[in-house]
């Protein structure tokens, strides 16, 4: 952090990601005390106080068969059949699940809450290799962007509860799928 802010601030250099290996397991989106013993809005806090952005990347939409998460809510539904060999290697939530949607706009209220003013979701696009869905009458893409808009809510209540506006969050999606659009900010 500190040579990212004294480095690179001359060339322009003002985002800066807290990436993968924040969390405990994927679905257990909590930061570990072992790493970060201050929390996620202290990290936040110490990344703006060097004038950068914070930004916070997330795997939203699988989990780890040993998280929480997912001992905590496979019995529920939570969790979406998967396509062989094409919802990559974990369980994916069903976007089209109530509760598992709350929990993502939920999770992404916190983020923002917290003070991290960009996201990165990654691996999102495995969510459309589900195979099916609480809600029968979803295809792929329809489930998919229901947690789009899961997460885009998250940020712009997040927002508001920081004091902010609900637009005052950059959402970068890594892939580039049609869904997508309407939804993040760039891809």
Known sequence: LQAMATEFGAFGGEWFQID????GAYGDWDWRTDRFPDGAAWM????????????????????????????????????????????????????????????????FQTIRGDGYRWVKTDFTYWALGAAAF?????????????GLAAIRDGLAAGATAAGGEPGDVFWLGVSMLGPHVGYVDSL
């Open 44 to 107: 936040a806090q110490q990344i703006a106080g060097r004038g950068l952005l914070p930004g916070l990347w997330i795997a939203p939409f699988q989990v780890d068969e040993g998280s929480a998460t997912y001992a905590a809510h496979a019995g529920d539904g939570w969790f979406a059949a998967r396509l062989p060999l094409v919802a990559g290697d974990k369980p994916i939530l069903d976007l089209t699940h109530p509760e598992a949607l709350a929990w993502l706009t939920d999770r």
């Open 20 to 23: 993968d290996g924040y969390e």
């Open 134 to 146: 609480r809600d029968p009458t979803a295809t792929r893409e329809e489930a998919y962007r229901r």
